[in-house]
């Protein structure tokens, strides 16, 4: 409260303080303006016609001080005093009272400013905490985001390593064969002329396959197989060129209402064209099935057919399984085959929705 008449004041100070409310009282401008900075108060009652510096010098104090201009402040005016209201209003006030007092018409409205400023902290403090979640969550994704790069950088240098692996393995092949022609045709040159020549012919050709085998797969170390394509535009591509090849049109049932990482698109990509070149090369399959269901938590995906099948406890990295499983494992999913003699080849391959 700020009054230069101590009447008022003892009459203002005993009437709040039995309705509960913690008061202190000056007498002038300048006290005002000290005792608000060095401890601000909730609210200020504040007389406009005081000697030296007026009501309406010290609440424009008041509002220029960042550590008092939040605080409200109601004009004090006595009935026979000119209130200038619209010059109250313009330097910062937000209500007057008159004198005489009317005991509940004054508690009424500090008691609706001293409400709205507490409206005013708890509004504060939930932005504060809003502001500082919203910075929590922006470093979440800022860290998530870096994680799915580092994930996805592995993923391919792990692509590229499983694919220079297989360059190794079927040029490795491809040369023993190559050799094995080559020394035929050597032996059989003099005594059969035309025989070995049709051994270098055969050797031409591997040499063709090999070195076709190795460009494809160089190819596929540089490149992004998806291209920039969505995963089911990839697919279809992929099941058309199977169509195309073997005749065979493909059971598909693709439902990804749920997006997955780049890195996972792909995996899934690298397993179903590594399983239909397996169906096309060696299954003499008349039917294939492939379904890929997403969920908020997992992607799975199913490629079967119902060709000649294989012993499974027999050696078939040459049927690119191995390469399958190190692709989901590097994910953190799981690759399961099934297949026996005659009675096709199932792969089930599933993904989990990595999330921080």
Sequence with gaps: MVDDKPDNLRLLSGLLSDRGCDVRAVMSGSAALMGAQAQPPD??????????????????????????????????SALNEVLDKVKAFEVGGIDYITKPFQEEEVFARIQTQLSLRQMQRILKAQNHHLQQTQAE????????????GRIE?????????????????SLGHSLVALNIQMETALNLWKDAPQKAYE????????????????RKSVADMRADPLQGQLLEVAIASLTQEFHHT????????????????????TAVYRIIQEGLTNICKYAEATTVGLQIQTTPTELLLILQDNGRGFCLNGNHTGFGLQGMRERALALAGQLEVTSELGNGCKITAKFPKITL
Aim: glycine letters at 4%.
């Design 153 to 169: 950088e592995m993923a391919a240098l792990e692509e590229r390593n499983r694919i220079a692996r297989d360059i190794h393995d």
């Design 199 to 214: 051994f270098l012919a055969e050797a031409k050709q591997l040499g063709s396959q090999a070195l076709n085998t190795v």
């Design 43 to 76: 609210l200020i009652l504040l007389d406009i016609n005081m000697p030296g510096m007026d009501g309406y010098d010290v609440c424009q104090h008041l509002k220029a001080n960042p550590l008092t201009q939040d605080i409200p402040v109601i004009f004090i």
């Design 137 to 148: 969550l922006q470093r979440l994704l800022i860290q998530e985001q870096e994680l799915n």
């Design 246 to 265: 073997t005749g065979i049109a493909p059971e598909c049932q693709i439902n990804l209402s749920v997006p997955f990482s780049n890195s996972v698109n």
